[in-house]
């Protein structure tokens, strides 16, 4: 018995490979052995410093990623940048600010002594892109922001057709920087510059891709609340993506990139779409969507991947399917910590989402330790790396703010209850100011910020305030998106809310609610979650007007509704059911062309 046992060892037992025990010798005895390193392949010198990193050896590894040659090195080795990213936040974790001194020796780096021919700075400018664009994909943005107006200086030293283009392409990947870190007034500077530059190229005829430039202008203006604007740059991008690229193209391994670029213009499309409930839009961004969450493009484990479905988890929260939604949120969680680990921004931003999401998915039950768990993990990540007045910080802080609400609402202590309102109002009024300070009075998000103090004042019991609020928030949505839009019928719901359970004012209630009830229902249909609230709200306030007819008519109502929701909610839900499009430019084109 004991030899059939010690057989069987012997069979599961598999020696390392000769590759990966040199390594190991090297990582053991590694300051013997420190200078012989820098000699050997890229790729070799790679995996000495991953296992580095898997020793714990943390203090060498950031001494020798602190310098720019080294890293440079394995910036090189695309196939382990997962690899890369987890060491890199390792040290970030461990007190080493390696993004900032990178970033510091990079500029340092470009002193006109240091770089005095075209042949230096192009060399300067090839690693600072390759070094900005890491270190934005890790979301270490001001870094990456310091790099990218390094590179912009080097090419503006020089007026020649060649450094015009590098310029183009560093300040289209700065505004996507400044974009992505809510750097907006920056943004817009940026975006003059890629203007002036585009202008001269098309006075000396130069042809020029500017399917990037219009994407993160559709950004930026998406943003800023101008939607129609934003439409038309995303047209842009799209139609210059896809006129003129021959098959060749196609093939080649920048068209990765120019998917990227695609995807990116995709993804605020389809939540300008939503936002603007362009009904036949949504259809073919369902399509679209699910088109674009096919792993082939990026693999299963890539933060491309994970952003593809948080904006797929978006789509699925905005058309009521709301636990496909935060399945589909939880698998972007996973891939990103899978892939950064530690305190990261977008970890962080993957948390809040899920904390949403959550908040969504148990706001009739009342179970909300879930979406509290979220978004305190990404109130304490963001809290490590970003500015306290930061607008993503706030985002989150909205987001706890509302789950507090509904936590006190239920609570049977009155002191906790009177605690977590206070709390939740000071979370509410940091994030509006922080909105107006970005984006002024005129922007959607400022209105979502006033909507969400109208309802708090309700349960704070201060109910003109509250009305103050709610009408604000109405008419900013109203001017900016229509009166028959989904954001404002949230906001009309909320008014007759408070109209009906608190101030009496039954009359304009009942007109309210009537309104609300019929954009919602043109907008989703006769099963829509947010129904309830509005039947519920009609049917107390015909009880209590001793209006019995409709209150039975209403309560019928109510169990109709109830009927389609079980059974809406008795069907699987396959949220990653992949369908592959050949032609991914052909449906965003479509998806552009209903938007009008």
């Given at each position: 018995?004991?030899?059939?046992?010690?057989?069987?060892?012997?069979?599961?037992?598999?020696p390392?490979?000769?590759?990966?025990?040199?390594?190991?010798?090297?990582?053991?005895?590694?300051?013997?052995?420190?200078?012989?390193?820098?000699?050997?392949?890229?790729?070799?010198?790679?995996?000495?410093?991953?296992?580095?990193?898997?020793?714990?050896?943390?203090?060498?590894?950031?001494?020798?990623?602190?310098?720019?040659?080294?890293?440079?090195?394995?910036?090189?080795?695309?196939?382990?940048?997962?690899?890369?990213h987890?060491?890199?936040?390792?040290?970030?974790?461990?007190?080493?600010?390696?993004?900032?001194?990178?970033?510091?020796?990079f500029?340092?780096?470009?002193?006109?002594s240091?770089?005095?021919?075209?042949?230096?700075?192009?060399?300067?400018?090839?690693?600072?892109?390759?070094?900005?664009?890491?270190?934005?994909?890790?979301?270490?943005?001001?870094?990456?922001?310091?790099?990218?107006k390094?590179?912009?200086?080097?090419?503006?030293?020089?007026?020649?057709?060649?450094?015009?283009?590098?310029?183009?392409?560093?300040?289209?990947?700065?505004?996507?920087?400044?974009?992505?870190?809510?750097?907006?007034?920056?943004?817009?500077?940026?975006?003059?510059?890629?203007c002036?530059?585009?202008?001269?190229?098309?006075?000396?005829?130069?042809?020029?891709?500017?399917?990037?430039?219009h994407?993160?202008?559709?950004?930026?203006?998406?943003?800023?609340?101008?939607?129609?604007?934003?439409?038309?740059?995303c047209?842009?991008?799209?139609?210059?993506?896809?006129?003129?690229?021959?098959?060749?193209?196609?093939?080649?391994?920048?068209?990765?990139?120019?998917?990227?670029?695609?995807?990116?213009?995709?993804?605020?499309?389809?939540?300008?779409?939503?936002?603007?409930?362009?009904?036949?839009?949504?259809?073919?961004?369902?399509?679209?969507?699910v088109?674009?969450?096919?792993?082939s493009?990026?693999?299963?484990?890539?933060?491309?991947?994970?952003?593809a479905?948080?904006?797929?988890?978006?789509?699925?929260?905005?058309?009521?399917?709301?636990?496909?939604?935060?399945?589909?949120?939880?698998?972007?969680?996973?891939?990103r910590?899978?892939?950064?680990g530690?305190?990261?921004?977008?970890?962080?931003?993957?948390?809040?989402?899920?904390?949403?999401?959550?908040?969504?998915?148990?706001?009739?039950?009342?179970?909300?330790?879930?979406?509290?768990?979220?978004?305190?993990?990404?109130?304490?990540?963001?809290?490590?790396?970003?500015?306290?007045?930061?607008?993503?910080?706030?985002?989150?802080?909205r987001?706890?703010?509302?789950i507090?609400?509904?936590?006190?609402?239920?609570?049977?202590?009155?002191?906790?209850?009177?605690?977590?309102?206070?709390?939740?109002?000071?979370?509410?009024?940091?994030?509006?100011?922080?909105?107006?300070?970005?984006?002024?009075?005129?922007?959607?998000q400022?209105?979502?910020?006033?909507?969400?103090?109208?309802?708090?004042?309700?349960?704070?019991?201060?109910?003109?305030?509250?009305?103050?609020?709610?009408?604000?928030?109405?008419?900013?949505?109203?001017?900016?998106?229509?009166?028959?839009?989904?954001?404002?019928?949230?906001?009309?719901?909320?008014?007759?809310?408070?109209?009906?359970?608190?101030?009496?004012?039954?009359?304009?209630a009942?007109?309210?609610?009537?309104?609300?009830?019929?954009?919602?229902?043109?907008?989703?249909?006769?099963?829509?979650?947010?129904?309830?609230?509005?039947?519920?709200?009609?049917?107390?306030l015909?009880?209590?007007?001793?209006?019995?007819?409709?209150?039975?008519?209403?309560?019928?109502?109510?169990?109709?509704?109830?009927?389609?929701r079980?059974?809406?909610?008795?069907?699987?839900?396959?949220?990653?059911?992949?369908?592959?499009?050949?032609?991914?430019?052909?449906?965003?084109?479509?998806?552009?062309?209903?938007?009008?």
């Open positions: 018995m004991s030899f059939n046992m010690a057989s069987a060892c012997a069979l599961e037992w598999v390392d490979s000769l590759y990966n025990t040199a390594v190991s010798a090297i990582v053991s005895s590694y300051y013997r052995y420190k200078r012989d390193v820098k000699a050997l392949p890229e790729n070799v010198q790679f995996d000495i410093y991953y296992k580095l990193y898997n020793k714990g050896q943390l203090c060498q590894l950031g001494m020798d990623f602190s310098d720019l040659d080294t890293f440079s090195k394995v910036l090189k080795i695309i196939d382990k940048r997962h690899l890369l987890h060491s890199f936040q390792a040290l970030m974790d461990h007190c080493v600010r390696l993004s900032d001194i990178l970033a510091d020796a500029t340092v780096q470009l002193m006109p240091t770089c005095p021919d075209t042949v230096s700075r192009d060399r300067a400018i090839q690693f600072g892109l390759s070094l900005g664009g890491f270190l934005s994909d890790a979301g270490w943005f001001y870094a990456s922001e310091k790099v990218f390094g590179c912009l200086l080097l090419c503006q030293m020089d007026d020649v057709t060649s450094s015009l283009l590098k310029a183009l392409d560093c300040s289209v990947r700065l505004l996507h920087v400044q974009n992505a870190n809510c750097r907006y007034k920056e943004a817009e500077v940026t975006r003059s510059v890629a002036q530059c585009l202008e001269v190229l098309h006075e000396r005829n130069v042809p020029v891709n500017t399917s990037a430039f994407t993160e202008c559709c950004t930026l203006l998406f943003a800023e609340s101008l939607y129609d604007e934003a439409i038309k740059y047209s842009k991008a799209v139609k210059e993506l896809s006129a003129s690229l021959p098959h060749k193209v196609i093939q080649s391994r920048c068209w990765c990139f120019l998917q990227q670029t695609l995807l990116s213009s995709t993804n605020i499309l389809i939540r300008i779409s939503f936002l603007k409930q362009q009904l036949k839009v949504k259809i073919s961004a369902g399509q679209l969507i088109c674009i969450n096919d792993r493009m990026f693999g299963g484990q890539h933060p491309k991947y994970s952003d479905l948080l904006d797929y988890g978006f789509y699925l929260l905005n058309v009521d399917s709301i636990t496909a939604a935060v399945q589909v949120y939880q698998m972007a969680l996973d891939i910590q899978s892939v950064f530690g305190n990261n921004l977008y970890v962080a931003i993957a948390h809040e989402d899920l904390a949403y999401a959550s908040y969504v998915q148990e706001y009739s039950s009342g179970n909300f330790k879930n979406a509290r768990d979220h978004a305190d993990k990404a109130i304490e990540i963001l809290g490590h790396i970003l500015p306290q007045e930061h607008l993503l910080l706030s985002s989150s802080k987001v706890k703010a509302l507090l609400e509904e936590i006190a609402i239920d609570s049977h202590d009155k002191e906790e209850e009177n605690r977590m309102l206070l709390e939740s109002q000071d979370l509410h009024l940091q994030s509006l100011a922080l909105a107006k300070a970005a984006f002024g009075e005129n922007n959607v400022t209105a979502k910020h006033y909507g969400n103090l109208g309802r708090l004042y309700q349960s704070m019991r201060r109910y003109n305030e509250a009305q103050e609020m709610h009408l604000k928030a109405i008419e900013i949505k109203e001017r900016l998106l229509g009166t028959d839009d989904y954001e404002v019928a949230l906001s009309v719901g909320h008014l007759a809310s408070l109209y009906n359970y608190d101030m009496r004012k039954y009359d304009e009942e007109k309210l609610y009537l309104r609300s009830i019929a954009i919602g229902k043109k907008l989703f249909g006769e099963g829509y979650s947010g129904l309830e609230y509005d039947y519920r709200g009609l049917l107390r015909y009880r209590t007007t001793d209006n019995h007819s409709m209150a039975d008519m209403y309560a019928n109502i109510l169990q109709q509704w109830n009927q389609i079980d059974s809406n909610n008795a069907k699987e839900v396959r949220p990653l059911d992949f369908q592959v499009f050949d032609n991914l430019q052909d449906l965003v084109q479509d998806c552009v062309a209903k938007m009008g």
